[in-house]
């Protein structure tokens, strides 16, 4: 199983990103994917996730109407639009893959890092 995640950069607020998140090796039909981020000196703490079908998504209250999770089943690829970043947004960001039925994501990506200036 392996997650790639990719699509960080150095941004100025107001701008977006787009996180890409390629995966390969899993059950595609039974996951789910999902998007944490964890800032310098705090825990990591979730974003958002999607089902693999797309029809169900959820998000983090900090990010509901700037973050817009999709996934592409032609390319096994889940992105994360993040758009009106602010400073607060600085993090590695990180894919993950749940298991439907399970609470716990098993498969993580490697992470890519987010850096909004002000």
């Known amino acids: 199983v392996q997650l790639q995640a990719s699509g960080g950069g150095l941004v100025q607020a107001g701008e977006s990103l787009r996180l890409s998140c390629e995966a390969s090796g899993l059950t595609f039909s039974r996951s789910i994917m999902g998007w944490f981020r964890q800032a310098p000196g705090k825990e990591r703490e979730f974003v958002a996730s999607?089902?693999?079908?797309?029809?169900?998504?959820y998000y983090a209250e900090y990010v509901k109407g700037r973050f817009t999770i999709v996934r592409d089943k032609a390319r096994n690829t889940v992105y994360l639009q993040m758009n009106s970043l602010k400073p607060e947004d600085t993090a590695v960001y990180y894919c993950?893959?749940?298991?439907?039925?399970?609470?716990?994501?098993?498969?993580w990506g490697q992470g890519t890092q987010v850096t909004v200036s002000s």
């Open positions: 993950a893959r749940r298991l439907l039925g399970s609470t716990r994501y098993d498969y």
């Open positions: 999607i089902s693999w079908s797309g029809r169900k998504t």
